[in-house]
């Protein structure tokens, strides 16, 4: 069964940073990408980053420059790396795993704010 565990979400001040992890589990194919998505209140979920097998990495425009993605192989684990927060990166954030399907974890609440 695969299991995704997401930590690191809490309330930082504008310009603040941020690291999120999420931990992958129960999965026995080759990982096509790992990556993070948001959803905001009365948003839809929406594309931060991800990082393919080969070490591709794609942005969202609102975050490059700020966000950083970056993967542990070996241990299935992912991490976003963001600094310079603003109020409008206030999201529930949720960690992705395509193997072919998509998997998801059970996201966590970040929250710029002063």
């Known amino acids: 069964q695969v299991q995704l565990v997401e930590s690191g979400g809490g309330l930082v001040q504008p310009g603040g940073s941020l690291r999120l992890s999420c931990a992958a589990s129960?999965?026995?194919?080759?990982?096509?990408?790992m990556g993070w998505y948001r959803q905001a209140p009365g948003k839809q979920r929406e594309l931060v980053a991800y990082?393919?097998?080969?070490?591709?990495?794609v942005y969202a425009d609102s975050v490059k420059g700020r966000f950083t993605i970056s993967r542990a192989n070996t241990k299935n684990l992912v991490y976003l790396q963001m600094n310079s927060l603003k109020p409008e990166d206030t999201a529930v954030y949720y960690c992705?795993?395509?193997?072919?399907?998509?998997?998801w974890g059970q996201g966590t609440q970040v929250t710029v704010s002063s």
């Open positions: 992705n795993v395509n193997i072919g399907i998509d998997y």
């Open positions: 990082i393919r097998s080969g070490g591709i990495t």
């Open positions: 129960g999965i026995v194919l080759d990982i096509n990408r």
